[in-house]
């Protein structure tokens, strides 16, 4: 019977972790606080941010909301991030993606300072995580090692197949596998012969954005299968990129959507404020 990863579990358990450490830097009189950004009302992002306010809260850290007009010009954006660079008592800047059409994301990650870059998406963050050097790791890849780690899963030696190249999930994925001494293979839409090279997996890790996509004839018997999408489906219910009904008799673990890789996203972010404080 394949092992349920609980990530709501260990999220919570990192969660309670971190509490402690903010609790001692606030004896300490120090205050930790995160700047959220929002631009526009879009539905799905208002869940994110306030998903991340109620951490914020739960942690003991301020988070300061700064929610702008859909209309607000990207060199007010800059100037805001910036305004927010040199503040002292602030230590965690995100802005909440996606922004409207109008306004060059690449360019507003790379105002944000990458000393208060706790979404791991600034290119000097990025470059130091390829060179081995200390860094903010983006949130959900840093999420999959602790859900490995924390489960007890061994990942040196292992086969990993990565299914997808994001900036934000693929690429850093494999680059914590490769620093976890795993043997890596990266797959994306050009990739040929996918179910071959994903039946090589030990560890499975599915970031392809398509709803119950990875069947069985993806998967080894045994291997790890760790499932990044998140969907509605035509009922409204939450699922992965993974069919994991069907998936499920064939792995040795897997983790739900939801409640696998989703809560440590919120969690490792909360880990980036604590160490930019640190
Ligand atoms: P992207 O759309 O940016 O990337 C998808 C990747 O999958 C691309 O590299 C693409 O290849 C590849 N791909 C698409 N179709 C195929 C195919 N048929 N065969 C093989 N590869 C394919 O998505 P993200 O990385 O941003 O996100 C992936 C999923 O994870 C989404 O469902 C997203 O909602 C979810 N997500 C969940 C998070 C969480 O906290 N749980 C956080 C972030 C994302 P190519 O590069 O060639 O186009």
Same mark, same amino acid.
């Given at each position: ?6 990530? *709501? ?65 990207? *060199? ?38 990458? /000393? ?11 470059? /130091? ?11 959900? #890849? ?30 850093? %994925? ?7 001494? /795993? ?65 499920? #008799? ?13 809560? %440590?996203?919120?969690? %490792? ?10």
């Amino acid at each position: 019977m394949a092992q349920v990863i609980d990530g *709501k579990a260990i999220s919570t358990q990192i969660k309670e972790e971190l509490k402690e450490k903010v609790a001692k830097l606030k004896a300490e009189g120090k205050e930790i606080s995160l700047a959220v950004i929002q631009v526009g009302r879009d539905p799905a992002s208002s869940v994110y941010v306030n998903n991340k306010k109620k951490a914020c809260e739960f942690i003991g850290i301020r988070s300061l909301a700064y929610e702008l007009e859909e209309t607000v010009s990207e *060199k007010e954006l800059v100037e805001l991030i910036q305004q927010l660079n040199e503040k002292e008592d602030v230590h965690g800047i995100l802005v909440q993606l996606p922004l409207p059409k109008h306004i060059e994301e690449d360019k507003i990650i790379k105002t944000i300072s990458p /000393a208060k870059d706790v979404d791991g998406f600034h290119p000097q963050s990025v470059g /130091a995580l390829c060179i081995g050097q200390k860094g903010f790791v983006s949130c959900t #890849p840093a999420g999959i090692i602790q859900l490995l780690k924390r489960s007890g899963i061994e990942i040196a030696g292992k086969e990993c197949v990565i299914i997808g190249r994001s900036n934000i999930v693929g690429k850093p %994925m494999g680059i914590l596998m490769l620093r976890e001494n /795993a043997t890596v293979t990266i797959a994306h839409s050009k990739t040929q012969n996918l179910k071959e090279v994903c039946k090589r997996a030990d560890i499975l890790i599915v970031a392809v954005g398509k709803p119950k996509m990875i069947t069985s004839e993806y998967v080894k018997e045994g291997a790890v299968v760790i499932d990044v999408g998140i969907h509605r489906n035509e009922n409204n219910k939450l699922c992965g990129d993974v069919d994991y009904e069907e998936v499920f #008799p064939h792995c040795s673990a897997i983790t739900p959507v939801p409640g696998g890789v989703g809560p %440590m996203t919120i969690a %490792m972010l909360m880990n980036n404020c604590v160490e930019s404080a640190q």
